[in-house]
């Protein structure tokens, strides 16, 4: 009979490099989650004349609110993917390092396909949406 060999399991040596690597991934995805959700607030005000402060019955209300949620969504969604990814990555890294590979390619394409869907319905509603009449 053969004695199966044991083998000492040790922890592998993580570098530095690779966790901020991961820090740095996920506030690059921050940044594009907030610079959408920014955007949507600036739609808002946009729309909104100085001299109203009755945002929702706004004329232009209609249009751009429907829009600013969108980009909200879209942009929180951002947000929360970034966080799920860097933690994902994150217990990868530490538990084992040089097992299962760190990408993920589907997260980003559906992400790019919400964005490019808001700004495709950003465009349709321009088009659609009646001119505003002046009195």
């Known amino acids: 009979m053969k004695k199966k060999e044991r083998k000492i399991k040790r922890p592998t040596r993580v570098e530095p490099k690779v966790h901020m690597a991961n820090e ?4 690059q995805y921050m940044n594009i989650g907030i ?11 946009y729309g909104v004349s100085k001299t109203s402060y009755k945002l929702f019955t706004h004329v232009l209300f209609d249009f751009i609110g429907i829009t600013s949620v969108i980009y909200t969504f879209v942009g929180l969604l951002f947000m929360i993917y970034s966080l799920s990814v860097y933690h994902k990555r994150a217990m990868k890294i530490t538990r084992n390092p040089n097992r299962e590979p760190l990408d993920n390619t589907k997260g980003i394409y559906i992400i790019f396909a919400l964005v490019c869907l808001a700004i495709i319905l950003n465009l349709i509603m321009l088009f659609i949406h009646p001119k505003e009449t002046a009195q």
């Not at 740095?24 to 506030?27: A, G, M, N, S």
């Open 24 to 27: 740095r991934i996920f506030l």
């Open 35 to 45: 610079l959408l959700a920014g955007c949507s607030l600036s739609l808002i005000m």
